[in-house]
């Protein structure tokens, strides 16, 4: 298939365009940044911008010369552009902190752009990556599925405008505009920034807390099984589309016990900071005001949905999504921490 992934500048999105390289297909990159991907046709832009998002639907790179895989100067002429047969949404603001607005324009906005431009060139496939957040409403989530996404319940911009964006993407869904979103949960592995090296740095740092008693049980995902997931998804979005997934490695672990030996594959010490839970929310919601009050280059070390999600039960019922999906998780936990310990060794 000709595959336009968004996104692709990230450690998922790039991850999933070099998957679809690999098993041979076409595949177009829309982000502000080169994706990197051996192979990939770049559009540079974001999509909030129409212009760009039309370019890269048509499978054409950015007007003026890049960098080709050989390192040569390449033009739009030297790139096909015969359209796309499915597009992979996940370019998205992914932040604990920030102005409403930039949240608003790049996942609301965005989401909003890539689908108008999907479907005015009649691409068939469109799979959409949400969060599980779009449906947590800050209470424990114990064997369920995946809920109905709430802007008006979700907690903070980035699920209130992730929940949106869903909202959008599923409202489009048609028989000739198959919509499937996927919703990837807390995501960990080599190269991971958002969760991985922020807990290995902490705790480095003496400043990982444990939230309570740390018994409550979270599932993950391993980053290779969500490539594995989405790279599924290109195929079940013919069959089953219309419908929200969460996907997981299905191993629901303490959450404790996940912090401790994520930390140590890392080469940290054990955390043994230890904070009551209601103190940690009091704590994350004090941050956020403070925080927002002025401009940083970097995340917040607490939030009030951060200490939600350290504090409570998130684990979800799996069956669905691997029957949708026709997939299984290749990597458990007790490999990914091993292939994390390498990483960092």
């Given amino acids: ?49 129409s212009e760009a998002v039309a370019r890269a639907m048509a499978g054409a790179a950015a007007p003026g010369p890049r960098a080709g895989q050989d390192g040569a100067a390449q033009s739009a002429a030297d790139v096909p552009g015969a359209g796309q047969d499915a597009v992979v949404h996940l370019a998205a603001k992914v932040s604990m902190a920030g102005d409403p607005a930039d949240f608003d324009r790049v996942n609301i906005d965005g989401t909003r752009n890539v689908v108008t431009a999907a479907r005015e060139v009649g691409v068939p496939r469109f799979v959409h990556i949400s969060s599980p957040s779009v449906a947590h409403a800050g209470t424990s989530i114990v064997g369920e599925g995946a809920g109905p996404a709430d802007p008006q319940r979700a907690r903070g911009d980035y699920a209130r405008t992730k929940a949106a964006g869903e909202l959008i993407a599923l409202g489009a869904d048609a028989d000739d505009f198959r919509v499937l979103v996927l919703r990837p949960h807390l995501m960990w592995g080599p190269g991971d920034a958002q969760l991985t090296e922020r807990i290995i740095d902490r705790a480095k740092a ?46 629901p672990r303490p959450i404790g016990e996940l912090l401790r030996r994520i930390a140590i594959a890392g080469g940290a010490a054990e955390p043994h900071l230890r904070v009551p839970a209601a103190v940690g929310r009091a704590a994350g919601t004090a941050v956020e005001r403070v925080w927002n009050l002025s401009e940083h280059d970097d995340e917040p070390p607490l939030t009030h949905f951060l200490a939600e999600q350290l504090s409570t039960a998130h684990w979800f019922d799996q069956r669905r999504t691997r029957e949708v999906l026709d997939w299984t998780p290749a990597v458990s936990i007790e490999q990914g921490l091993e292939l994390v310990a390498r990483a960092y060794a």
């Fill in 1 to 49: 298939m000709r595959v336009l992934v968004t996104g692709a500048s990230g450690l998922l999105g790039s991850s999933v365009a070099r998957a679809l390289v690999a098993a041979g297909h076409t595949v177009t990159t829309l982000q502000r940044r080169p994706s990197g991907v051996d192979g990939a046709h770049d559009v540079l832009g974001s999509t909030t911008d």
């Fill in 206 to 251: 003496g400043s990982l807390p444990i939230l309570g008693s740390g018994a409550m049980l979270v599932d993950t995902l391993f980053v290779t099984n969500a490539v594995d997931a989405i790279v599924a998804g290109l195929t079940a979005v013919d069959r089953a589309h219309g419908q929200s997934l969460v996907v997981t490695n299905g191993q």
